[in-house]
């Protein structure tokens, strides 16, 4: 089975890789793709795999952008953080997915549910039931989490998405940190905050740091195409946003 993995967080690529070829060493990973663009492009000139890995955000928006700009012949397994009831109608259409953390026995499964696709040799996403996901996605993504509950001392307390300035991760801690220089460990990755918090005003910078568009003071260029940001408050390490995600970042600030 010939598998294109579209995924734009490395560790969780890596860890799909990882995940595929223990559940099948014949499997070929033809390529690991980060954004719309390059997957149209791929998809283009490129025979179609037997399968494709697809996460729904990705390095320059959602995925469904590459629907619409290619057709896809292949059997597509969703990656997602979104609830599984919210999808459930689409495993009745040759359609599955994943809830991230990816788990490996539901991702043999997957891969077993695929052959059979493979087999009845029929497009999977097309027309209406790509709108209808889209849509269904759409309406979960207007839930996005408003407060945080974070321990100080021997007390919990509720700290307002609005009151956050941004989240970093730390030798596998992830930190929540207020506009008034407060620091919380919470329990989420920042692959989990990513698929909670409104990307209108929260930004995944990279693969330590998400920042409220408030937090950042000043943005200089930096070498090689890439910026480099101070924050409010500030944070003791150099924020660069990559020469790749420096064109989102900016559309993310001109909105």
């Known amino acids: 089975m010939q598998v294109l993995i579209i995924e734009d967080e490395a560790p969780a690529a890596e860890k799909l890789q990882k995940q595929l070829l223990e559940c099948d060493s014949s499997i070929t990973i033809l390529d690991v793709l980060n954004s719309v663009e390059s997957s149209v492009e791929w998809l283009r000139v490129n025979k179609h795999p037997d399968l494709i890995l697809l996460d729904i955000h990705l390095a320059d928006g959602l995925c469904f952008d ?58 999977v996403v097309e027309g209406d039931l790509l709108n209808n996901l889209m849509s269904m996605i759409g ?52 692959d989990d905050l990513i698929q909670l918090l409104d990307p209108a005003v929260f930004f995944h910078v990279n693969r330590s740091l998400i920042i409220h568009i408030d937090a950042a003071r000043e943005i200089h260029p930096y070498f090689k195409g890439r910026l480099k940001l101070v924050l409010h408050p500030p944070l003791d390490e150099e924020v660069v946003v990559s020469s790749q995600r420096t064109p989102l970042f900016k559309d993310w600030l001109d909105q």
């Open 66 to 123: 590459i629907f619409k700009q290619v057709k896809v012949k292949s059997p597509v397994i969703f990656c997602t953080a979104y609830d599984q009831y919210a999808l459930k109608a689409f495993e009745l259409n040759s359609i599955d997915y994943l809830l991230k953390p990816v788990q490996a026995q539901k991702l043999e499964k997957s891969l077993e549910k695929m052959k059979d696709v493979q087999q009845q040799r029929s497009p």
């Open 139 to 190: 309406r979960q993504e207007s839930n996005y989490k408003s407060r945080f509950m974070v321990r100080i001392g021997n007390r919990i307390q509720a700290v307002k998405a609005g009151d956050i300035a941004y989240f970093y991760s730390r030798n596998k801690l992830t930190l929540l940190v207020t506009k008034d220089g407060q620091s919380f460990p919470v329990d989420y990755s920042l």
